[in-house]
């Protein structure tokens, strides 16, 4: 095995990573490695980001709780027709006259 020197880590995060290390009973350089692993093995499932548009990325987040797609056009289409009704209304700013 070799060894990798990494700069600069900002305190708090090497904070959090002994503080992991502690409650596995690990030592700083496995529960390290451990995160490393981990976190190469996200990259691989994910697109890469020039692949995905932000859509994508907002839908990712709340997919388990989004309508069907049919249901969320059907949304979108009732809020644009909500917002043009609001066209032309006279503004009232609170004033009596």
């Known amino acids: ?3 990798m020197l990494i700069r600069d880590v900002p305190e708090p995060l090497k904070d959090e990573i002994v503080q992991a290390a502690r409650m596995r009973g ?3 350089s496995t529960r390290a490695i451990d995160l490393l692993r981990k976190g190469l093995i996200a990259e691989r ?3 890469p980001e020039s ?3 932000a859509w994508d990325m ?3 987040v709340f997919e ?3 309508p069907p797609e049919g249901d969320l056009a059907k949304i979108m289409e009732e809020i ?3 917002r043009k009704r609001d066209f032309g209304r006279p503004l009232d700013f609170g004033r009596d006259e």
Do not use: C, I, T, W
Request: no cysteine; net charge negative.
């Open 1 to 3: 095995m070799s060894d």
């Open 26 to 28: 690990q030592s700083l």
């Open 45 to 47: 499932q994910v697109k």
């Open 51 to 53: 692949e995905r548009s």
């Open 58 to 60: 907002l839908r990712s």
């Open 64 to 66: 388990e709780d989004s």
């Open 80 to 82: 644009e027709a909500e």
